[in-house]
């Protein structure tokens, strides 16, 4: 859990059921347009970087207590288990993808035959 | 004679000078890329006297070409003896990759494809080592195929039409032969653009390529191609656009898998990522009548982007990131930064183009698909800061010599942040 992202996160949805009350009327062509750049410097994003950084600035503090100096080698953060796994079903999903570059150039042009026939298969059959 | 084609016959004409002092600048690719950066500048600037969208092409493209020239003397250990032809190359690669991107027929398509891929191939092979002559040999075989299917595509189109001009819907509506022909013509040309697909040329291309090389390789082909795809969605309408917006979501999937499991080897993460990209240029493609000229503002913002890491990487000691030194630490991290798409960087405006013309035309799943892509995104671009962070603070090693290639492409990525409005005026008008 990182504690840091706290504040942002509850400032975001605060403001974000407050902002519903009067948010809508100022984005009216959000998804229907082209959305206009934004200032540079506007209250919102202030809003978001004073948030950010009260959470930053809270974890440094803690980090940087005498009693919580870590060894070398040893991190702050420990995931939980569940967290390991979700994060090792990723990686093994990630592994099966890289390993089907293979390097061989059968493989290439066999896996870019099929596919151009299966789209254009697909494509035609869904005239 | 349109600019388009003065821009087009001074590249190639900056390419033969080039190669006229092939023997007195072999040794010497200061001088050789020197040479043939005029040709780059001028081009470029007949470039902003096109009518949008190709404004955006060739300006964009002139720029990689400039920056990939400018980074060219700090590749000597990967050219020792091929500064001019690498040179010559990227000049005649840009001639047709915009020969490419202002297609307006399918023959012109063959034409600055071809150009833009043989030229591709050749700056991938003149890499060192065994590893680009193999990964060249691939992308040339597999080119061939993608050749082919283009070829076979623009005679069903002739069959079905009576045309090798851009089939229209009603075109399509009226035949099979036209719709089989469009969509063998389109996976022809997404071949540069590396969607799944055909992507598997380009993956070992990227990576085993010279740095400065490789990066005008992803960029000037994205660029073209997503011009001329552009075209060729516009004409054909909504049913081939449908078949990008899938294509583009798997190339999205398969490219954010591919990259995440890349921990130690940022060149296959890089190349894995420019798949992603691709993706995203793949959806904005058939994303309804906006989609085309999002893509254009995609891919030219993603090759600032990519020339900037690839500018910083370039050179013998880019093996190690911690003795990068400092300003091109500071310039490969403000490029992975903006290639995950982290505000206010030309990433974050081009993904959230992207956001909006697929929620407009493709839907939620497609979008969803984009912003997860996006989101993985940030877990392999930022793996590498930790190197970079140490490059920073590290005394008493040699320093390289700042290029003016990670100059110029650090600027173009800082305008882009603050004024992508520029990019936009080029590809879309006022």
């Keep these: 859990m990182n504690w840091s992202l706290v504040p942002l996160m509850v400032g975001s949805i605060v403001l974000g059921w407050i902002g519903l009350l009067w948010f809508p009327s100022l984005l009216p062509d959000a ?92 494509r035609v059959a869904l005239r | 004679m349109t600019p388009t084609y003065w821009a087009i016959v001074i590249l190639v004409l900056g390419a033969l000078v080039v190669l006229l002092f092939v023997s007195q600048l072999s040794r010497r690719p200061s001088a050789a890329a020197y040479l043939g950066l005029p040709f780059a500048v001028v081009a470029g600037g007949f470039g902003l006297q096109v009518p949008q969208p190709l404004a955006l092409a060739i300006v964009a493209l002139c720029g990689v070409c400039v920056v990939a020239l400018l980074v060219m003397p700090v590749l000597e250990p ?16 840009t001639a047709g990759a915009i020969g490419l991107a202002q297609a307006t027929d399918l023959l012109q398509t063959v034409v600055g494809l071809e150009t833009l891929a043989l030229s591709a191939v050749t700056l991938v092979a003149l890499g060192s080592g065994e590893r680009s002559i193999e990964a060249a040999f691939k992308y040339i075989v597999l080119g061939a195929i993608s050749l082919a299917s283009l070829l ?74 997503a011009f001329a795809l552009g075209r060729l969605v516009l004409a054909a309408g909504a049913s081939i656009g449908q078949v990008f917006i899938w294509i583009g979501c798997i190339t999205i999937i398969w490219g954010t898998f591919g990259a995440i499991a890349q921990a130690n080897n940022l060149r296959r993460m890089l190349a894995y990522s420019a798949i992603t990209h691709a993706g995203f240029i793949g959806l904005a493609l058939g994303s309804g009548p906006n989609g085309p000229t999002t893509a254009g503002f995609y891919a030219a913002a993603y090759g600032s982007m990519a020339m900037l890491v690839f500018a910083g990487l370039a050179g013998p000691w880019a093996v190690d990131l911690r003795r990068l030194g400092a300003w091109r630490a500071l ?100």
């Design chain 2, 78 to 93: 990967a050219l020792p003896l091929q500064a001019t032809e690498a040179a010559a190359l990227l000049l005649l690669g």
């Design chain 1, 31 to 122: 998804l229907v347009g082209p959305v206009d750049l934004p200032p540079l410097l506007n209250l919102t994003g202030g809003l978001a970087f004073i948030l950010g950084a009260i959470g930053f600035l809270a974890a440094v503090w803690y980090v940087l207590r005498p009693q919580t100096r870590l060894e070398p080698g040893e991190t702050s953060y420990r995931a939980d288990g569940w967290v390991h796994a979700i994060a090792g079903a990723g990686y093994a999903v990630s592994g099966a993808f890289s390993r089907a570059q293979s390097g061989l150039l059968p493989t290439y042009a066999l896996g870019s035959l099929l596919g151009v026939a299966i789209i254009l298969l697909v």
């Design chain 2, 152 to 225: 076979y595509g623009l005679g069903l189109v002739y069959l079905g039409s009576g045309s090798l001009a851009f089939p229209t819907a009603a075109q399509l509506s009226a035949s099979p032969l036209t719709i089989a022909g469009v969509v063998l013509v389109g996976l022809g040309i997404a071949f540069e653009l590396a969607l799944v697909p055909l992507h598997w040329g380009a993956l070992d291309a990227y990576t085993a390529a010279a740095p400065g090389l490789a990066g005008f390789v992803m960029s000037a082909s994205k660029l073209a191609a």
């Design chain 2, 331 to 430: 310039a490969v991290g403000l490029g992975l930064f903006s290639l995950a798409g982290i505000p206010p960087t030309p990433g974050f405006w081009a993904k959230l183009a992207v956001l909006v013309v697929a929620w407009q035309a493709a839907g939620w799943l497609p979008t969803l698909i984009a912003v997860a892509g996006g989101v993985f995104s940030v877990l392999y671009y930022l793996r590498p800061i930790p190197d970079l962070f140490a490059a920073l603070r590290a005394d008493g090693e040699q320093r390289p010599v700042l290029v003016p290639g990670v100059v110029v492409a650090t600027l173009a990525v800082v305008i882009l942040s603050f004024a992508p409005g520029v990019a936009w005026y080029l590809v879309r008008g006022a």
